[in-house]
């Protein structure tokens, strides 16, 4: 069975327990792991792929808020198994995903009894929360032409960037409509060139 760092934390006995418990799930991409509503079945331990989870408003925009790899817990899920309340977001699968899930019983049984456990858990929901803040940050403070344009640039170097104006609004947290007109702006002052679903930046730095 794959494993997941968080595992190595337990004792043998609370590991071979944990492991008897544990469900094994593979996801195509485009498959919906969770929408906001649910409730929380257990904890998804990301032992390899791509997950993103993101946030929909009243208004129907989206924003990525961080992305799931191997290696990593999913946040969302220790909050909801933690205060009993569904999700507030959704998760869709980007690449192939492969996840172990802890159920809710086993969830509480090792926060409860392994203290090894409940920090990886802690610290893992801690360095989340942090990127968290930088978004709320970024989002709430920066004006979107400059974060439009550090996005682009930190993608520039592998060539012309591979996404949709939809899609470059999601991570953005912003409107489609508002990612166009700040495109077409750049691309007035030959700062980049536009293709459908494609877009190469020339002069950005």
């Given at each position: 069975?794959?494993?997941?760092?968080i595992?190595?934390t337990?004792?043998?006995?609370?590991?071979?327990e944990?492991?008897?418990t544990?469900?094994v799930?593979?996801f195509p991409?485009?498959?919906?792991?969770?929408r906001?509503?649910?409730?929380c079945q257990?904890?998804?331990?990301?032992v390899?792929?791509?997950?993103?989870v993101q946030?929909?408003?009243?208004?129907?925009?989206?924003?990525v808020l961080?992305?799931l790899?191997?290696?990593?817990i999913?946040t969302?899920s220790i909050?909801c198994?933690m205060?009993g309340?569904?999700?507030?977001?959704?998760?869709?699968?980007?690449?192939?995903?492969?996840a172990?899930?802890?159920?809710?019983?086993a969830?509480?049984?090792?926060?409860?009894?392994s203290?090894?456990?409940?920090?990886?858990v802690m610290?893992?929901?801690?360095?989340?929360?942090?990127?968290?803040m930088?978004?709320?940050?970024?989002?709430?403070?920066?004006?979107?032409?400059?974060?439009?344009a550090e996005?682009?640039?930190e993608?520039?170097?592998r060539?012309?960037?591979?996404?949709t104006?939809?899609?470059l609004?999601?991570?953005?947290?912003t409107a489609?409509?508002?990612?166009?007109?700040?495109?077409?702006?750049?691309e007035?002052?030959?700062?980049v060139r536009?293709a459908?679903?494609?877009?190469?930046?020339?002069n950005?730095?």
């Amino acid at each position: 069975m794959a494993s997941h760092s968080i595992l190595d934390t337990l004792t043998n006995s609370l590991r071979k327990e944990t492991l008897e418990t544990v469900r094994v799930a593979r996801f195509p991409p485009g498959q919906i792991l969770f929408r906001a509503g649910e409730d929380c079945q257990g904890l998804p331990l990301i032992v390899g792929g791509r997950i993103k989870v993101q946030m929909t408003g009243v208004s129907g925009h989206s924003i990525v808020l961080y992305r799931l790899e191997a290696d990593d817990i999913c946040t969302l899920s220790i909050g909801c198994l933690m205060t009993g309340r569904a999700y507030r977001a959704e998760a869709v699968v980007e690449e192939e995903a492969e996840a172990l899930l802890i159920p809710r019983g086993a969830f509480d049984r090792l926060m409860d009894q392994s203290a090894g456990f409940r920090m990886g858990v802690m610290e893992s929901y801690g360095r989340r929360l942090d990127d968290l803040m930088l978004l709320v940050e970024e989002v709430a403070f920066r004006r979107m032409d400059q974060r439009l344009a550090e996005w682009l640039l930190e993608r520039a170097d592998r060539g012309p960037v591979v996404i949709t104006h939809q899609q470059l609004a999601v991570e953005l947290g912003t409107a489609r409509e508002v990612v166009s007109r700040l495109l077409k702006e750049l691309e007035r002052h030959d700062k980049v060139r536009l293709a459908r679903g494609k877009i190469e930046v020339t002069n950005l730095r």
